[in-house]
T-cell receptor, first 113, second 112 residues
Framework: DGGITQSPKYLFRKEGQNVTLSCEQNLNHDAMYWYRQDPGQGLRLIYYSQIVNDFQKGDIAEGYSVSREKKESFPLTVTSAQKNPTAFYLC????????????FGEGSRLTVL | DAKTTQPTSMDCAEGRAANLPCNHSTISGNEYVYWYRQIHSQGPQYIIHGLKNNETNEMASLIITEDRKSSTLILPHATLRDTAVYYCIVLYSGAGSYQLTFGKGTKLSVIP
């Protein structure tokens, strides 16, 4: 079955450590996205990529980094520069650029101790 | 992108139609209305979208007013599994910068 796989589902890290969240899709979608969600809040866009080897910052890119070396993969690194990294992270993909129909993964919940 | 206003929460009896309103009074002519829902601790799920005309699919119906300043998502026969947060989003779909912005949405509780 096609879909988006995020891993790990739950992750605990000590303050000051970098963390990389995995996002893989087998939908052959061109575009991929990372969102952050805090309790009781909506989603905020961190980064997005419309094609391989290209990505753009969203609203809250500071303290995060991404890469898009393969069409299927869009990993997100939460660096030690991110002041409040504890959150629910959601990866999504879409068939093409500039569409609002996104397919989301199940999310990764990061807790920094 | 135009902003949207949704009620914070709503209740609906199981089996009845759930009508979720959304105001988007500053929408422009080339902006679409999208609806998503998010079941607790899961990723959001796309439901439906429209520009001017009413739309229907296997999940829901979308009614957009003639002046496009508001819309209503209709779940015709709500079930307990429809309990979720529903997001109404307005999006310019075209070349240039892109952002699909999720607000706080409406928390729909379907009651037995």
């Amino acid at each position: 079955d096609g879909g988006i796989t995020q891993s790990p589902k739950y992750l605990f890290r000590k303050e000051g450590q970098n963390v990389t969240l995995s996002c893989e899709q087998n939908l052959n979608h061109d575009a991929m996205y990372w969102y952050r969600q805090d309790p009781g809040q909506g989603l905020r866009l961190i980064y997005y990529s419309q094609i391989v080897n290209d990505f753009q910052k969203g609203d809250i890119a500071e303290g995060y980094s991404v890469s898009r070396e393969k069409k299927e993969s869009f990993p997100l690194t939460v660096t030690s520069a991110q002041k409040n990294p504890t959150a629910f992270y959601l990866c999504a993909s879409s068939v093409r650029q500039f569409t609002g129909e996104l397919f989301f993964g199940e999310g990764s919940r990061l807790t920094v101790l | 992108d135009a902003k949207t206003t949704q009620p914070t929460s709503m209740d609906c009896a199981e089996g009845r139609a759930a009508n979720l309103p959304c105001n988007h009074s500053t929408i422009s002519g080339n902006e679409y209305v999208y609806w998503y829902r998010q079941i607790h601790s899961q990723g959001p799920q796309y439901i439906i979208h429209g520009l001017k005309n009413n739309e229907t699919n296997e999940m829901a119906s979308l009614i957009i007013t003639e002046d496009r300043k508001s819309s209503t998502l209709i779940l015709p026969h709500a079930t307990l599994r429809d309990t979720a947060v529903y997001y109404c989003i307005v999006l310019y779909s075209g070349a240039g910068s892109y952002q699909l912005t999720f607000g706080k949405g409406t928390k729909l509780s379907v009651i037995p």
